[in-house]
């Protein structure tokens, strides 16, 4: 049974930073490939960051720069550094897997961004 679980979330002031974890259980991460997204109230979900099988990386481009995703294939741990958030990276931010028969979700991490 796949299980994604993501820690990490939280309030913080604009300008601050954040790192997300996505753990995995059931899966190998560094056998697939890895997202993160993001869901703000009254807003359609939104891919913020990719990472490839191969480790390539890509990014929405309202987070470029500032966002950086990355994996822990000995923890099985997929990351997402946060650095100058702003109010408007403010949703539930959930991690999925997609393999070639299916896509897992965890069941999301608040980030509150204000002041």
């Known amino acids: 049974q796949v299980q994604l679980v993501e820690s990490g979330g939280g309030l913080v002031q604009p300008g601050g930073s954040l790192r997300l974890s996505c753990a995995a259980s059931g899966i190998i991460f560094s056998s697939n490939a890895v997202g993160w997204y993001r869901q703000a109230p009254g807003k359609q979900r939104e891919l913020v960051a990719t990472i490839s099988r191969g480790g390539s990386t890509d990014y929405a481009d309202s987070v470029k720069g500032r966002f950086t995703i990355s994996r822990d294939n000995a923890k099985n741990t997929v990351y997402l550094q946060m650095n100058s958030l702003k109010p408007e990276d403010t949703a539930v931010y959930y991690c999925?897997?997609?393999?070639?028969?299916?896509?897992?979700w965890g069941q999301g991490t608040q980030v509150t961004v204000s002041s």
């Open positions: 999925c897997v997609s393999t070639r028969l299916n896509d897992y």
